[in-house]
């Protein structure tokens, strides 16, 4: 089945500073992946929509420029969350859709910032 | 923009019963209602989905129904295991590049 592979798994780093992380599409192309945000015990919230070659789209409360989007290709998006605070702290997953088919999710990011 | 709602948060079921989570929704646009298992520290994974036309659809010891109308699904798991033990999440989309709205989320626990 078609494979979203997320990295880092984990990644602690201190307060404003800034952190990549990567989601790829290993066997399929994906002109749009999904980014969510989970806090813990709590249900996932979408927080952009990234779009190959384009600008991605945001939403509403979510900080464009705080949380950079790049889709450069058709199998690698990447969130940076820049200028890092404790709050911002959580799980973070990326998603997309294979085909129209069903999302497929990351492993998921687990970013401490201390 | 889509909202929906999930029931019960917590459901603590003897291992071999039955366990139900219901959820809502707001969006008639909705299409296609997915629902997720998760461990902790890892990411959703895909346990059965449903399209709007269809009514159920089931696969061995899970199932889930659509009533469009009242804008409801639920999910069925019979002959609970101890595995089964996790949060389930339902979801609701309207397709194509929209992202999946997502319930609060079901911590279902499995007595031996």
């Known amino acids: 089945g078609a494979v979203v592979s997320q990295h880092p798994s984990r990644v602690i780093c201190k307060s404003g500073t800034s952190v990549k992380i990567e989601c790829r599409s290993l066997d399929f192309q994906a002109t749009t992946m999904f980014w969510y945000r989970q806090f813990p015990k709590q249900s996932l919230m979408l927080m952009a929509t990234?779009?190959?070659?384009?600008?991605?789209?945001?939403e509403q409360g979510v900080e464009k420029d705080k949380f950079l989007i790049n889709h450069a290709s058709l199998t690698l998006s990447t969130l940076t969350v820049t200028s890092a605070h404790p709050e911002d702290s959580s799980f973070y997953i990326c998603?997309?859709?294979?085909?129209?088919?069903?999302?497929?999710f990351g492993s998921g990011t687990r970013l401490t910032v201390v | 923009g889509e909202n929906v709602e999930q029931h019960p948060s917590t459901l603590s079921v003897q291992e071999g019963d039955s366990a139900v989570i219901k959820c809502t929704y707001s969006?008639?646009?909705?299409?296609?209602f997915p629902w997720y298992k998760q461990e902790l520290g890892k990411g959703p994974q895909l346990i059965i989905d449903i399209r709007s036309n269809v009514g159920e659809k089931k696969d061995q010891r899970i199932a889930v129904t659509l009533n469009k109308t009242a804008k409801h699904f639920s999910l069925h798991i019979t002959e609970t295991q101890p595995e089964d033990s996790a949060v389930y999440f339902c979801a609701a989309s309207s397709g194509g590049a929209d992202g999946l709205t997502f319930g609060k989320g079901t911590h279902l626990i499995i007595q031996p």
């Open positions: 969006d008639s646009a909705s299409n296609y």
């Open positions: 998603s997309a859709r294979p085909g129209g088919a069903a999302y497929t």
């Open positions: 990234s779009n190959e070659g384009s600008k991605a789209t945001y």
